[in-house]
């Protein structure tokens, strides 16, 4: 029999599969302007750091933000479920690859504790931090008014894929347009891939939008469920949502890279397809400020039922400020990485972000491999 209808595929790209290319004038690197604008909000480096528990406490918060970034951190994580999560991430660290899953479902079964709520959001700010915290969709009534109370910033509301059309036999569902209306600060949703539920999201209200589904270090979304969209399509098409909403609005609603950077070279990717900022996980689980000691997992890996991640280990052989800003001590692109932006924006003639959104890029599968035979033979 004939197939009367036909699905159609299209090709989708991640960050190896392309290259920027040099603009037709350069810029002085010193020059170029890479602040980021959220709601009122000026940060100096356009760079989250990821709410992981292996990532993000209450010290890295801190210092995060005085080197200009903003670092958030987990409400529903170690953090909030023990006085002492230090201990916590010390036997994560140590657990044999065979027993962590297990280890991550009994150590985030404890109860999440209100009190710490306010005492970690607190000690952020009284530390000079901006204090952003991160909660899923279910539990965003229930801990965003505490950590209000204690004088969050910014709220960040995550999932794994977050949408405005959400079928559930509750009755109680989160509504994002009403979300916005009770909170007076800066509010980032995601995580989505596509055009239809990025403008959606915009739609809402909300200040910003996370873009991203799996291509995170320690998730395993895409080897579990099979879903996800490569991190350079799904970029530019939430950038085109992003940029169709502001002409149909004059709102600008800018949207955040989440995962799959493992390198500058992938950061300065990221903003050439659109992204007005980054979110950073594993990279930042390098540096000596980072509370996982050089391991780092996904917020789905404690899943009690169906794990969504797993933990994976860097070295832990750098520091804040050789990530961010240098001076860099290895050749691999994963230190100084606001130097590697502005230098990119440099050769590429954009003088701020949005005239990287600009820039050319090509499909260049060979762009990591070409000419490199000597390094993938020495590195061996």
């Avoid at 939430?238 to 002409?247: E, G, K, L, P, V």
């Avoid at 609005?249 to 990717?269: E, S």
Wanted: net charge neutral; proline share 4%; with cysteine.
């Amino acid at each position: 029999m004939p197939i009367r209808e036909r699905r159609t595929l299209r090709f989708a790209y991640g960050f190896d599969d392309i290259a920027i290319v040099p603009g037709d004038i350069t810029i002085n690197p010193e020059q170029t302007d890479i602040g980021f604008e959220l709601g009122k909000l000026h940060f100096s480096s356009p760079i989250l750091a990821a709410a992981m528990d292996g990532v993000v406490d209450v010290n890295l918060a801190i210092a995060f933000s005085k080197l200009g970034g903003l670092a958030v951190l987990n409400l529903e994580g170690l953090q909030t479920r023990y006085d002492d999560p230090d201990e916590i991430l010390a036997q994560i660290a140590a657990a044999p690859q065979s027993e962590v899953t297990a280890l991550l479902q009994k150590v985030y079964s404890a109860p999440i504790r209100e009190n710490l709520i306010g005492e970690r959001v607190k000690a952020i700010k009284d530390g000079g931090g901006v204090c952003a915290v991160s909660v899923t969709p279910a539990l965003t009534k229930k801990l965003y008014k505490t950590a209000a109370e204690a004088g969050m910033d910014v709220l960040v509301v995550q999932s794994t894929v977050t949408t405005t059309r959400h079928v559930s036999k509750s009755t109680q569902g989160l509504v994002f347009s009403e979300l916005r209306k009770l909170v007076s600060v800066p509010i980032i949703v995601g995580n989505c891939v596509s055009y239809n539920v990025a403008k959606g999201l915009m739609e809402t209200g909300v200040t910003a939008v996370l873009v991203g589904v799996g291509p995170g270090a320690a998730c395993t979304t895409r080897e579990v469920l099979g879903v996800g969209v490569p991190q350079v399509t799904a970029t530019m098409d939430c950038a085109a949502a992003r940029d169709d909403y502001f002409r149909e609005t004059k709102r600008y609603v800018p949207i955040i890279a989440d995962g799959g950077i493992r390198a500058g070279g992938d950061l300065c990717k990221a903003f050439a397809c659109g992204a007005d900022a980054v979110m950073l996980g594993s990279i930042l689980v390098q540096t000596a400020e980072a509370p996982g000691r050089g391991s780092h997992w996904g917020m789905a890996t404690s899943h009690g039922a169906l794990p969504r991640g797993t933990r994976v280990r860097v070295p832990q052989n750098s520091t804040l400020q050789k990530t961010l800003l240098g001076p860099a001590t290895v050749t691999d692109g994963t230190q100084n990485l606001l130097g590697a932006l502005r230098t990119c924006m440099g050769v590429c003639g954009a003088g701020n972000i949005k005239d990287m959104h600009k820039v050319e890029i090509v499909i260049a599968p060979a762009i990591k491999t070409e000419g490199k035979q000597l390094q993938r033979l020495q590195a061996q």
